[in-house]
């Protein structure tokens, strides 16, 4: 998800259009904002107060532009999407929490990537990743999205059994994926939210199709 590469947005469908707004928090001490340039400094703080997810995926904290990259970086040439949102939730000092990168619409309309998400380590353990995530899967499900995507790494044994308690089913794992210091093997996810079925996903986005 780091590519810089500009890529052509899919049509846009009512569901998933330039009106939709922010999600809103599901916890009551954290507002959401949308991340932008202006929010590199306070985003690359956050990468480097919570390293852990670095580390596992990375084998290295995150480099000082860290954050540019990941608020410049759209989906590799080729893959179509309606728009990338960078979602931040601040507590009321004005510091990050929490942050997620969702794509919605890519590859297929009614498909969202979660590109990222991290929630503070001070966090962990205290459901707060749980409620993050489900106000996320609220918010796509009202604004058109079908199934979530996402991409977890292979011995990330934390992250690993997080998306499975979700209701995350592997469809396919892609190797020889960089990233940082180490070469990883990504495990690629999708969760159904309105009753589609995996068949139906894999027909319209065929990459995902298992080897």
Known sequence: MKSRTEVAPAPESPASSSTTELPPSPIATL??????LDDEALLQRFFDD?????????GEPAHPKEALEEIQ???????????????????HAGSLAAMAIVITDLLALGVWQIGLF?????RHGSGDAQRLHQGLERWALNHGARWLRLGVVRGNARAERFWEALGYAQVRIREG?????RTNTVRVMVKSLDGSSIDEFLSL????RPD
């Not at 507002?31 to 932008?36: A, P, S």
């Open 31 to 36: 507002r959401t904002i949308e991340l932008g």
């Open 50 to 58: 919570n390293p852990a997810y670095f580390d596992a995926v990375h």
């Open 73 to 91: 970086a759209q989906p590799p040439a080729g893959w179509t999407f309606t728009r990338k949102w960078m979602i931040g939730y601040v507590d």
């Open 118 to 122: 991290i929630v503070a380590t001070a």
């Open 177 to 181: 994926m960089p990233m940082g210091k």
């Open 205 to 208: 986005v065929p990459r995902d």
